[in-house]
């Protein structure tokens, strides 16, 4: 069940890690969403992922800018 769920998730990470298409609180919400669907431990597993992805996401925005 864990295996599935980390699939899940990382499949999810994988379609909203570009920060600069999906403003933060979103990507918090699909990962959310996507992760309790699959039921029990994937509900933890999915906010900690949630969390890691807004962090993700705000420092490759940081970066971005600082590239521009």
């Known amino acids: ?3 599935r769920t980390m699939r899940m998730t990382m499949m999810t990470m994988a379609a909203i890690t570009p920060a ?3 403003p933060d609180g979103a990507s918090v919400v699909v990962v959310v969403v996507v992760v309790v669907g699959v039921e029990g431990m994937g509900v933890v597993v999915g906010v900690v992922v949630s969390v890691v992805v ?3 996401g705000q420092v ?5 800018q600082l590239l521009v």
């Open 60 to 64: 490759s925005v940081i970066k971005n």
């Open 1 to 3: 069940m864990m295996i």
């Open 54 to 56: 807004v962090s993700y």
């Open 20 to 22: 600069d298409r999906a």
